[in-house]
């Protein structure tokens, strides 16, 4: 999805290119979500390359969930993104607990991955907070189910916010070692991350220096694709910003992390650079800038938000999708275990 893709590493020369994305089904996805991920992955379509997205309700369950909000979720979630553009025709769109060769091979890899490799992973020390002997034993594993889900598809590229790096080292290792402990070379390839372009990070409203984010407590905080056109007015009117008018360059914007994430915003919403929109608005006070935001918002995200809620009203084809999604990526994942199971002994 970046030059990567059409220049794999010498380690991957031997796979066909494939494309992984995970994301979880939590619900509510952001604003973050969709300009950091969803449309640029639908940016990215024209590039021709079958993509497989996999809502990962398996490792949505490492923490607990409600089984019907659970279950309510992964609909949203599928229905974002065809409501945003990804075509489910031309890519594989499914949830991973219908595939069981996710399972299977995680617990594979489970024998194969090292305890002191998970021990420095640092989002299980997030997660699992201070009262880490409370936190489940998926929490802990959740790495290698990650790993087991990029190479049951043996994917070489892995479009990831920065945040999951070291999850994805942990996949380049795991498969390494699988390679070695069963003298098969060039079975598993070296999955590669892509990190989305500059400019990815979409901040909190309330507070410029903090990343928007499903969990922060305060909703005033975040756009959602649940949000009405009168929510994302309301939550941009109250928008942290400072007392200053808009400058006419970005050098204007330092140290403005509330009025630099406002332009950064209008400027990925209205495909223009952040100076382009600073030259439109020099001057310009927020009780003039934020109403414009406020209305492209809108303009932009209200027929993403409408087809969504026309998509969930139908579940049966929320649900066709998912199951001929399963279908097309079971024929893939399949082969792949039925051959780790040899590798390994097996009969
Ligand atoms: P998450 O919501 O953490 O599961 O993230 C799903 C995807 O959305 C990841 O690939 C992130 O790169 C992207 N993402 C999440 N929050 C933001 C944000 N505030 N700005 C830009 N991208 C984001
Ligand atoms: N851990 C990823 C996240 O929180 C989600 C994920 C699960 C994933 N399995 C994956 C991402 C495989 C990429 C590939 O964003």
New binding site residues.
């Given amino acids: 999805m970046t030059d990567a893709v059409q220049t794999p590493r010498v380690a991957n020369a031997a796979f066909t290119t494939r494309v992984?994305?995970?994301?979880?089904p939590s619900g509510g996805l952001t604003l973050g979500n969709y300009l950091g991920a969803l449309r640029r992955f639908v940016d990215k379509q024209e590039e021709g390359i079958e993509t497989v997205y996999?809502l990962?309700d398996m490792?949505a369950i490492t923490v607990w969930q409600d089984p019907k909000e659970l279950a309510a979720n992964t609909r949203e979630v599928a229905a974002a993104y065809i409501a945003a553009g990804i075509d489910p025709e031309r890519h594989i769109v499914f949830n991973q607990s219908k595939v069981a060769a996710h399972a299977e091979l995680a617990w594979i890899l489970n024998c194969v991955a090292r305890i002191g490799w998970l021990n420095r992973m640092t989002q299980f020390k997030d997660k699992a907070g201070k009262d880490r002997e409370k936190a489940s034993v998926g929490l802990y594993a959740y790495p290698v189910l990650?790993a087991a889900?990029?190479l049951v598809y043996r994917a070489t590229h892995?479009p990831?916010?920065e945040d999951?790096k070291q999850?994805l080292e942990l996949a380049r290792d795991t498969a390494q070692k699988f390679n070695n402990d069963f003298a098969a070379p060039d079975f598993f390839p070296q999955p590669e991350p892509l990190i989305m372009g500059p400019a990815t990070r979409v901040m909190s409203l309330r507070d410029g220096t903090k990343k928007m984010s499903k969990s922060d407590p305060s909703d005033l905080s975040r756009i959602t694709m649940r949000d009405s056109s009168d929510d994302i007015a309301k939550k941009i009117r109250k928008a942290q910003t400072d007392p200053e008018p808009l400058p006419e360059t970005v050098d204007g914007l330092e140290g403005r992390a509330g009025a630099d994430n406002l332009v950064g915003i209008y400027a990925a919403l209205s495909g223009k650079s952040k100076a382009e929109v600073l030259t439109e608005f020099a001057g310009a006070q927020f009780s003039v800038f934020k109403p414009a935001l406020a209305d492209l918002a809108v303009e932009k995200l209200s027929p993403i938000t409408n087809e969504m809620k026309r998509l969930m009203d139908d579940k049966a084809y929320i649900d066709g999708v998912l199951e001929k999604g399963a279908e097309r990526a079971r024929a893939i994942a399949d082969p792949v275990v039925a051959r780790v199971r040899e590798l390994v002994g097996f009969i």
């Fill in positions: 992984f994305s995970g994301i979880q996999c990962v490792h990650m889900d990029i892995v990831v916010g999951q999850h």
